[in-house]
């Protein structure tokens, strides 16, 4: 079927469909919460689950290991403060952020700045971090890609978009991307395909199915080729012996 299809345009339902997955809304995703990168402990990448990451600067200078009353969103006015007490607020935010889920670095850097940090202190603050490994970009797009492919069903071009959409490098996306073959992509497939299956509308129009479980995949990331061929491979598994659709049968 992959053969069948190579070289065909596909319809314009799929390229809507794909379009929608492009936007970068998440697929099948109802709760628009910030996915977490990794079932296991998040927190500083060390850390145990639920712990807030130690403090790289508390040791040796207790001033600046405090922050000022109120913290984030204070209202105080930043004018006032002094840069030990603006350093102490940034490490606050930064601390904050990783105790609840893995962060990239630039994630790290839009809430420093939603916060009014001065971009010197945030530049300086994250280099440090990403010395100690509590910021780790590469580590976070390798667990993105483990636990996003295994818990969405993801293909490889939606995690890509969803980790340049989190400012991680193209070299560590093509890494992290590495521990997914077209087999693996294939077979999460095939499990989002029969899912829907089994819960087919009694009489549905084979051309219906076709076209709906076909614009799923499509909002999942997966390319005409690989989405075609799974769902004629799964109609075919469950007793429908018309002609297999490609990307011309089903177009308009």
Known sequence: MLEATRGL????????????????????????????????????????????????FAAGNSRRGRTRAGGEGSGADSAEETPEETEAKAR????????????????LAEKLAAGDVPQGTADALLDRFEELGLIDDREFAMMWVRTRSATRRLAASALRRE???????????????????????????????????????????????????????????YGGGIAFGVVNEALAAAGEDDEPAEFDTLDG
């Open 92 to 107: 606050a935010i930064v601390l904050r952020q990783l105790s609840m889920v893995a962060r990239t670095r630039q994630q």
């Open 163 to 221: 980790l340049l959409q989190r400012g991680v490098d193209p070299e560590y996306i093509a890494e992290a991307l590495d521990q997914l073959s077209e087999d693996d992509q294939r077979a999460a497939a095939r499990e989002l395909v029969d899912k829907k299956l089994r819960v087919r509308r009694p009489g549905e129009p084979r051309d219906k199915t076709v076209r709906r479980l076909v614009s799923m995949l499509a909002r999942k990331g």
């Open 9 to 56: 345009e596909p319809p314009d339902w799929f390229a809507a469909a794909a379009a929608q997955s492009a936007s970068g809304d998440p697929a099948d995703d109802a709760s628009g919460e910030e996915p977490e990168a990794s079932a296991g402990p998040t927190p500083g990448w060390g850390s145990p689950a639920g712990a807030e990451p130690a403090d790289p």
